[in-house]
């Protein structure tokens, strides 16, 4: 298959003509700074389709013997030859939720038994909906079901959905049979740009988040863009959140793209969504193939996330969105910064700006007190020895610490600021 | 650290000397084949204890940088620095059982907190005993508690007790937080030569036996033999259905070694004891090192498994040991190798005369029916694309082949000759 790579001083521009267009089209600039990124440039087309097709764009995640791609582009559900390839064995199980079950799960079923898999036979496990679900009891829905259809090591288990749906899977993945293939069909922007890459699965407990789970990498992602055409607004926006953590993190061009275009990513503009969900891709792999494990710069990724699971674990699961705690958490990491001297002020203005821009909340719940925040952020994974780590803005936009080293006044008092004692 | 390497060619005699004596020894002749097997020569003390120490016999599990030692010896909780190397961070958590807990618990926190340990805090969780309770609601209790006691990424659980204890407290390790250090105490003759050696964990799903788990290994194992002192005949007995299988798959000198030193383990000879471990872990750590996750010659170490848990997940968890239900797994598994012509008479005989002067059973419960074998049978794990591939000896002893090549017709007689139908 021939391939074609873009240096990393080479401008793209994501031609509109290959996305869904809805219409809605704002003028939207593309910076000159890329990553290296092949694009697949023989059309993959469907057997029962004479529909033209686009060929995905690829992001690869290196890593080594467990390197996969990313597929991302419009319509790729209907090009089944792409899911199809990295299908192992006979026999696939389909994990989704009430809510995408009727949106997708026809789709999926078509594009994993059409064309060249007629031996392939697929069950699906169809789970309820929302993050206050990803427990021990759902998850043992899976490996009932995997287990009642006699699944063996060869199946492959594919995840049609969310970040709730992507992380209970993979870790179902993970433990059935100690370990069998599987495939992230992400369906929102959350899991888009962020939680469907990089092996993190897992499931809460209720003293904490993503506390029981394992890295457990995919044999590829499929982010088909068109499945955001039925996510609701505040879904839409939640997953906005992790695409301005890595603006903030290591990326200022992307961050100043952003802020160009953040009314064109609220507008659903096809091309601005399919640039920052690649962009978004690229950050994410390329810190993952260089801390598959989070020893250290894996854990930038979770810039906001300290405050922001313990906004989730003390409201309580699925009272708000991940993003949306995540994005809270972002202006108290920004704060704490801000008070510790490590960044300047304009910082904390254009974090806030473009997150209320966004229409993400920049305060946690009112019930949330400091205690409610300390208890739970003692339990966090990112607490070494006692000691609680957290990721910092540091110096210019775009470059941030993950350290133990910072003055316990300044926590306290970010604390104090933004919630009741 | 001196060592002394004994090379495959030397003939190698374990010092009695060295061996809890109790006063049964049975003379024991022991094989020229051997293994390369360090022994550390610098005797480590107890800071605490004047008793002169015994170094360990080091078997080497070589796994790149997963590569950990199994320590073999008498009196090994009584050396702390054994242990202590191993445990990383400040936080320990011990998994064991109500009835090791009584036994070995207060041993086991001596030897992680005393003389150069003074930093570490050790919280324990006490878990009913037995295979019923290897499952998902027990497992929790385990997450419960590391929790609660706010153990972070950098603590060691520390599995203390027999197969159920080890499979469960490592696959507990490999979820929590998504991996945290582990290390395998084993304290039955059945984990000191199997289980806790390989990083196999898991735990029973009730259509099968260890559907739910993770490949991951321990940081080091400590076979302290004067744990088996405790242990109940039928339990110690059990254990030697594992032993057995090495002879029969690939270590012939040892099979003839057990057949002539039967009545020495079952006696309890401490030097008979430790030579079977040693040569058990060798053999184990061997094939491990090989094929970690079992894609092939890992397999062969389910002799009689795929039998034996059918049996044991037929007959209900727990109702038969796991090696009694190996065992009457290995004949099943030799019978059907003779009946497809793989092997001569004279090794079913040989096999039936050692389990029985073992005194385990050679024939499964009479309550398995020939229906029960089948549908329990086609959810193994070592079914691939609905193919049931077993483990069967084939050539002369300590020769086995792990296929899906095999006329059916010889595992239905089988089953039928073994149970009703």
Chains 1, 2 share one sequence.
Not at 46 to 65: I, K, R
Not at 83 to 89: E, F, I, K, Y
Not at 403 to 411: I, K, N, P, S, V
């Amino acid at each position: 298959m021939a391939a074609n790579t873009i240096s990393p001083s080479t401008t793209f521009a994501v031609s509109k003509s290959t996305l869904h267009s809805r219409g809605c089209l704002i003028p939207i600039c593309f910076p000159s700074k890329s990553f290296s990124t092949s694009i697949s440039m023989s059309p993959v087309r469907s057997c029962t389709s004479q529909l033209s097709m686009t060929p995905p764009t690829v992001v690869e995640v290196d890593l080594g013997n467990r390197s996969y791609p990313i597929y991302i582009g419009a319509g790729l559900l209907h090009q089944p030859q792409l899911l199809q390839r990295h299908v192992h064995g006979k026999r696939v199980l389909v994990v989704t939720n009430e809510r995408v079950a009727p949106l997708y799960l026809d789709n999926t079923l078509h594009a994993l038994t059409n064309c060249a898999n007629p031996n392939v036979t697929v069950e699906s496990v169809i789970l309820p909906d929302g993050e206050k679900f990803k427990n021990m009891d759902t998850l043992m829905k899976v490996f009932d079901k995997a287990i009642e259809s006699r699944l063996d090591r060869r199946c492959t288990f594919v995840a049609l959905g969310g970040g709730v749906i992507g992380d209970m899977c993979g870790y179902a993945a993970a433990s059935y049979l100690r370990g069998v293939n599987f495939i992230q069909i992400p369906t929102t922007v959350m899991s888009q740009v962020d939680s469907s890459v990089g092996g993190k699965t897992g499931i809460n407990h209720p003293l904490g988040k993503n506390m029981i789970g394992a890295f457990y990498q995919p044999q590829c992602v499929l982010v088909d863009t068109d499945t955001l055409n039925t996510l609701p607004d505040r879904e839409m926006v939640s997953g906005l959140a992790e695409v301005i953590k890595y603006g903030l993190i290591r990326d200022a061009d992307f961050f100043e793209w952003l802020e160009k275009n953040i009314a064109a990513l609220l507008a659903r503009d096809p091309a601005a969504l399919a640039y920052a969900i690649k962009r978004s891709c690229e950050n994410k792999a390329d810190v993952v193939s260089q801390d598959e494990k989070e020893s250290g710069l894996r854990a930038t990724l979770n810039l906001g996330h300290t405050f922001g699971h313990a906004i989730e674990t003390g409201f309580g699961y699925g009272e708000w969105l991940h993003g949306e705690a995540v994005a809270a958490g972002t202006v108290m990491a920004v704060d704490m910064s801000y008070r510790l001297g490590w960044i300047d002020y304009s910082i904390v203005e254009r974090v806030n700006n473009i997150l209320i821009r966004a229409k993400l909340p920049t305060t946690p719940p009112e019930s949330m007190t400091v205690s409610m925040f300390k208890s739970i952020m003692a339990v966090d994974k990112k607490v070494a020895d006692g000691l609680l780590r957290l990721i910092l803005l540091k110096g210019p936009l775009g470059n941030c610490v993950f350290t133990g080293d910072y003055d316990r006044e300044a926590l306290d008092a970010t604390l104090r600021a933004f919630s009741k004692s």
